[in-house]
């Protein structure tokens, strides 16, 4: 039985692993829903890099469309969908950017190639043609050509802090399992719902 009276980030922590040991096909990866200014939501899949105790973090270019998004919005909504295990996590909450130095020390693990794509790819702007792109990828590759490749400074994460987390449990005859989270100022409220 699911035990409310655990912290969320434990239950996360356990399903994470639970997912990856029964090698669930990209476990990290999520949908992140955004919202512009029109109130016109969308949603892409982001994968999720880091568990904190404050929340979820992960990365993309600010310039983006989420990036605008979330600048004019920052109420966001995260799910994970593990179909292997029938499990399904909802976390609605806010996204703040993380500070520079927290961004710097994650774009020195890339790859090289992805760190020069951050440079190349002016994220969700429409461009001519993909050879664009690529001579774009060969410009940056010349101009840091020797040297370490520096973090663009409109690329970095955010950390979603969670208002709200829902763990969903698939069972038979749609009977399936609804365990809630609510962010109080003192802590959690839990609740189930129906189905
Ligand atoms: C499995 C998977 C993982 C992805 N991970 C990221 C990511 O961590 N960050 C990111 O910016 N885009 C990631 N993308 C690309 C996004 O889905 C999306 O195309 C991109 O961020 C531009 O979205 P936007 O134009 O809505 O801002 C990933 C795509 C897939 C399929």
Redesign the pocket.
């Known amino acids: 039985m699911f035990d409310l009276n655990l912290d969320p980030y434990v239950h996360f922590d356990r399903l994470m692993k639970e997912a990856v040991a029964k090698q669930v096909p ?1 476990a990290n ?1 999520m949908s992140l829903a955004t919202v512009d200014e029109r109130g016109i939501p ?1 949603v ?4 999720l ?1 880091e568990v904190t105790s404050e929340g979820f973090v ?4 600010y310039d ?4 605008k998004d979330i600048e004019q919005n920052p109420n966001v909504c995260l799910n994970f969908h593990w179909p292997v295990l029938w499990h399904q996590i909802r976390i609605t909450g806010m996204a703040v950017k993380l500070n520079p130095e927290e961004s710097d020390a994650y774009f020195k693990t890339r790859a090289r190639l992805s760190q020069i794509g951050a440079w190349a790819s002016k ?2 702007e429409e461009i001519p043609s993909y050879d664009h792109l690529v001579r774009r990828v060969e410009e940056y590759e010349k101009q840091f050509d020797g040297q370490e490749v520096p973090r663009p400074e409109n690329w970095g994460g955010w950390l979603v802090i969670p208002t709200e987390i829902e763990f969903w449990f698939g069972l038979n005859g749609r009977l399936h399992q609804r365990y809630i989270y609510q962010k109080t100022e003192d802590g959690w409220r839990t609740l189930l719902r129906a189905p």
């Open positions: 990209e990866a969308s892409r899949i982001v994968y890099k992960f990365f993309g270019n983006s469309h989420k990036g994220q969700s």
